[in-house]
């Protein structure tokens, strides 16, 4: 594990593995950096790879008060680690820090994205405006299961039958330990519309993925891809949103490397 220190004085811990250009990961969700394990691995034969944890969240720090220009600040911590510029690939809520990081001109020559979760149309339910504010209520409680569950039937879209047998589930904890930055997600993603003025500015070559499984989620890559100007969408049949790490490395490697 490696360290740096964020422009407010926040301490970001990252891993870096392997050889070749620098390729960083953001992860999205309330997981920390291991997470992105098996993709490191495969990954790391042809690329150094930085994976970081975002504050709040792993071996992070969380220095208060939080403000969304904080997760940009990290992001450049750590790409002032490696090699610029970096190639650069975020998946699902990490996908729009990613776009946005681009679209800000942080140092990414080549930048990948993973159903980035935009909502574009009628295919799902909107996002209350109340979740933020919902999820604060519960923190304030001290009800941390309740807000993982909050997330995932709110904003992810799950049935709530199938979110409840999770809480027996091991990674539950684990996700309860980092429920305080669904609402810095929250934060982040705002009423879940697409930006498509800000992300319009993104002046690097961009792929856009999806599983083609999920409605809402293929009409937001979608859309991506029509509004980035030099975007392509590739679609990686049958890939549920917790993307198999064999499935999608060869699309990003071969990307990145092009």
């Not at 990252?14 to 997981?31: E, M, N, S, T």
């Not at 944890?53 to 680690?81: C, K, M, Q, W």
């Not at 990081?101 to 799902?124: F, H, M, Q």
């Amino acid at each position: 594990m490696n360290k740096t220190i964020s422009a407010d004085g926040t301490s970001i811990a990252f891993d870096r593995v392997g050889q070749g250009p620098a390729l960083v990961l953001v992860g999205g969700g309330p997981i920390d950096r291991s997470a992105n394990d098996a993709l490191v691995e495969l990954l790391a034969a042809t690329f150094t790879v930085y994976n970081y944890d975002r504050r709040g969240h792993g071996d992070s720090g969380d220095t208060a008060p939080y403000a969304v220009n904080r997760e940009f600040e990290d992001l450049e911590a750590v790409i002032a680690e490696a090699d610029q510029p970096v190639c650069l690939y975020g998946t699902s809520g990490g996908g729009m820090i990613a776009l946005e990081a681009a679209a800000r001109g942080l140092p990414v020559g080549r930048l990948a994205v993973w159903e980035p979760p935009y909502i574009v149309d009628d295919s799902r339910a909107p996002v209350p405006a109340t979740y933020r504010r919902q999820l604060a209520d519960l923190l304030a409680e001290d009800r941390r299961g309740d807000m993982v569950e909050l997330f995932l039937t709110t904003a992810v879209g799950m049935p709530a039958e199938f979110v409840a047998p999770m809480r027996d589930m091991p990674f539950w904890k684990d996700n309860e330990a980092v429920a305080h930055t669904l609402i810095y997600d929250a934060m982040i993603t705002g009423d879940f519309s697409l930006p498509a003025k800000r992300i319009a500015a993104v002046p690097v070559p961009t792929l856009v993925l999806d599983g083609g499984t999920t409605p809402w989620l293929t009409a937001a890559a979608r859309a991506v891809a029509d509004v980035v100007p030099d975007a392509r969408r590739v679609t990686l049949p049958g890939q549920p949103h917790n993307v198999d790490a064999a499935a999608i490395a060869p699309a990003l490697a071969e990307f990145f490397a092009a």
